[in-house]
């Protein structure tokens, strides 16, 4: 085998070991978020059940999203989660038959309603996010701060990139 002219090898070896680090660091990637991911959906099934009983799990983002945004059109919430507005009419019609949201014709277009987590949705919904960052808090005490911070920045940065 002729090397090349940086002594490193010959140029396919090199480029094999290029997109074989890469690949590495991608694959690495895809393994860890495929268990974080399974882990949160897990941890979102248990916390809407803690939320109320009879909550589905992906309602609880429904929740957060409800809880931190405001009152919103369901065709919003719709678009924000890249669901059908029949999948939104369902998750959202279950919530209102908990008692955790209800339904207010919207000022700006008769025609169309704002959905508003209730006192009762909000009162159980902050109840169980304050218990789950407790849990963080228990989970994450040998971290550093900074080191919190960074993760939750690149967290941030990886949902802006998939947003986009």
């Known amino acids: 085998m002729a090397a090349d002219v940086h002594g490193s090898g010959t140029e396919p070896e090199r480029d094999l070991a290029v997109t074989s680090g890469v690949d590495h660091e991608f ?7 495929a268990v974080f991911l399974r882990r ?11 939320v109320h009983p009879d909550l589905e799990p992906a309602a609880y983002g429904l929740l ?9 059109r369901a065709t919003e919430l719709a678009a924000y989660f890249g669901v059908g507005k029949a999948t939104m009419s369902r998750q959202l019609r279950a919530l209102e ?3 955790l949201v209800s339904r ?10 704002l ?3 209730t006192d009762e949705g909000g009162n159980r ?9 407790e849990r963080y808090v228990e989970k994450l005490a ?16 990886l949902n802006a990139t998939a947003e986009s």
């Open 125 to 133: 919904f902050r109840r169980v996010r304050g218990a789950r960052r």
């Open 115 to 117: 959905i508003r987590i």
């Open 97 to 99: 038959e908990l008692g």
């Open 104 to 113: 207010e014709p919207d000022p700006a277009d008769g025609r169309a309603w």
């Open 142 to 157: 040998g971290w550093d701060r900074t080191e919190i911070a960074e993760l939750a920045r690149l967290l941030h940065q």
């Open 40 to 50: 949160a959906r897990a941890n979102s099934g248990e916390m809407a059940r803690e």
């Open 64 to 72: 957060l999203r409800l809880e931190s945004g405001g009152a919103q």
């Open 27 to 33: 694959l690495a990637l895809e393994q860890e978020l």
